[in-house]
C-alpha cells in the first residue's frame, strides 16, 4: 500500500544553518505530495504542496521538489530561525478518487540561536 | 473566522465512559476525517466522509463511530472508552472528494486522556 517515510528527529540546528528534512514515498499512480507544519500545541498547517513530478512547492522560505525517479519530496531552507521549531510532517494523497492524506510518523525541529 | 472547530480542546474520560468529539467546517468541504496522533506514529485516520450520509473507515476505526447527517458537521463517538484511546485527535476537511491535489483544513485538536 501507499506509505510516506521521514527521517528520524529530533532536528536540531543553531539559527540561520540550512535544513533538509528527508521524505520518501511509496504509491501507486500519481499522487500530490504535502509538507504539513506543527507549531507547540496547535493543529497541522499546509505547509507547501506539489501535484506533478518535478513540481516545486514553495512557502515562507521551504522549498520541496517532487522527485518521481527518487520517489522523494525533501524538504529544504537555506536559513532557519528559531520561529522554525516546530513538527514537520510530510503526506502524500491517497488516490482511489478520494482525497485521503496518509502521513508520515512527523520530523521534530529544533532551532537554537 | 472561517475553518475547522472542534470542541472540546481537552477531555479527561474514565474506562467504559462514552463520550462524542464535535467537529464542525464552515467552508462547505465535501470531505472531512478524522485522525488520530500518537508519538512516533504520526496521524492515523480514523474515519472519513466524502459527503453528507456517507462514511467510510480509515486504518483505525475499531472503538468509533460517525456519522455525517450535514456538510458541516462530523462528530466522532467514541463507544467505551479505554487507555489505548488516549491521543489527540485532529479533525481535517478537504474542498474536493475526487483530487488528491488539495491540502486539508485541520482543527486544533483534541486531547483526549482516558483512565
Known amino acids: 500500500g501507499n506509505s510516506v517515510t521521514q527521517m528520524e528527529g529530533p532536528v536540531t540546528l543553531s539559527e540561520e544553518a540550512f535544513l533538509t528534512i528527508n521524505c520518501t514515498y511509496t504509491a501507486t499512480g500519481y499522487p500530490s505530495l504535502f509538507w504539513y507544519v506543527q507549531y507547540p500545541g496547535e493543529g497541522l498547517q499546509l505547509l507547501l504542496k506539489a501535484t506533478k513530478a518535478d513540481d516545486k512547492g514553495s512557502n515562507k522560505g521551504f522549498e520541496a521538489t517532487y522527485r518521481k525517479e527518487t520517489t522523494s519530496f525533501h524538504l529544504e531552507k537555506g536559513s532557519v530561525q528559531v520561529s522554525d521549531s516546530a513538527v514537520y510532517f510530510c503526506a502524500l494523497s491517497g488516490g482511489g478518487g478520494y482525497n485521503k492524506l496518509i502521513f508520515g510518523a512527523g520530523t521534530r525541529l529544533a532551532v537554537h540561536p | 473566522n472561517a475553518g475547522v472547530t472542534q470542541t472540546p480542546k481537552f477531555q479527561v474520560l474514565k474506562t467504559g465512559q462514552s463520550m462524542t468529539l464535535q467537529c464542525a467546517q464552515d ?12 508519538p512516533g506514529m504520526g496521524l492515523r485516520l480514523i474515519h472519513y466522509s466524502v459527503g453528507a450520509g456517507i462514511t467510510d473507515q480509515g486504518e483505525v476505526p475499531n472503538g468509533y463511530n460517525v456519522s455525517r447527517s450535514t456538510t458541516e458537521d462530523f462528530p466522532l463517538r467514541l463507544l467505551s472508552a479505554a487507555p489505548s484511546q488516549t491521543s489527540v485527535y485532529f479533525c481535517a476537511s478537504s474542498p474536493m472528494r475526487t483530487s488528491g491535489s488539495y491540502g486539508y483544513t485541520f482543527g486544533s485538536g483534541t486531547r483526549l486522556t482516558v483512565v
Not at chain 2, 468541504?29 to 478524522?34: A, I, N, T
Open chain 2, 27 to 38: 467552508m462547505n468541504h465535501e470531505y472531512m476525517s478524522w485522525y488520530r496522533q500518537d
